[in-house]
T-cell receptor
Framework: AQTVTQSQPEMSVQEAETVTLSCTYD???????LFWYKQPPSRQMILVIR??????QNATENRFSVNFQKAAKSFSLKISDSQLGDAAMYFC??????????FGEGTQLTVNP | KAGVTQTPRYLIKTRGQQVTLSCSPI?????VSWYQQTPGQGLQFLFE???????NKGNFPGRFSGRQFSNSRSEMNVSTLELGDSALYLC??????????????FGQGTRLTVV
């Protein structure tokens, strides 16, 4: 079974600085998708960024980028120029063909003004 | 376009009762997935419905069931409620469903409290 591990239950960052959230996963599949979701206090899960395993290039969405290391099964999220609105719970998630989303435990990100 | 709508937003039930939660997906989306979120277990997959058929199922007891209607709206039912069923229940809709590269859009969830 696939597992996703987020080893940082909590992280904090100063406004305008950069923070990196870590995620590792375990799978025997070669083709899969990885996601970072953000869950603010409203509880609605919002997709931040996605990465297809077959793509070597790291995904980027504005201030959000990932460092995808397929061999190491690592998928970290970098948030640049952090903003107060970035404060939320962040979940790393894995999905392969024919399976469901498997989420990590989450990292609570605090942004300090 | 309208997002994923879950009703009700909050619910309080007594142990032993049953409950039905509703999810209306984004128009045109045929897949609806349900997840349970608790502080102890995190986010766990319950099941997925696609075109009125259950296509995937998580490791939950038979007390948890669901269905999907021809308009893609889905309901989740929990019978004989237990205190441990208290959770945030999230619904996600997508065009193609689990295991594809189609993005899953989540609703705001239904907070169920069992007393």
């Amino acid at each position: 079974a696939q597992t996703v591990t987020q080893s940082q239950p909590e992280m904090s960052v100063q406004e305008a600085e950069t923070v990196t959230l870590s995620c590792t996963y375990d799978t025997s599949e070669s083709d899969y998708y990885l996601f970072w979701y953000k869950q603010p206090p409203s509880r609605q899960m919002i997709l931040v960024i996605r990465q297809e395993a077959y793509k070597q290039q790291n995904a980027t969405e504005n201030r959000f980028s990932v460092n995808f290391q397929k061999a190491a099964k690592s998928f970290s999220l970098k948030i640049s120029d952090s903003q107060l609105g970035d404060a939320a719970m962040y979940f790393c998630a894995y999905q392969s063909s024919g399976s469901r989303l498997t989420f990590g435990e989450g990292t609570q990100l605090t942004v300090n003004p | 376009k309208a997002g994923v709508t879950q009703t009700p937003r909050y619910l309080i039930k007594t142990r032993g009762q049953q409950v039905t939660l509703s999810c209306s997906p984004i128009s045109g989306h045929r897949s609806v997935s349900w997840y349970q979120q608790t502080p102890g277990q995190g986010l766990q997959f319950l099941f997925e419905y696609f075109s009125e058929t259950q296509r995937n199922k998580g490791n939950f007891p038979g007390r948890f069931s669901g269905r999907q209607f021809s308009n893609s709206r889905s309901e989740m039912n929990v019978s004989t409620l237990e205190l441990g069923d208290s959770a945030l229940y999230l619904c996600a809709s997508s065009l193609l469903g689990v295991g594809t590269d189609a993005e899953a859009f989540f609703g705001q969830g239904t907070r169920l409290t069992v007393v």
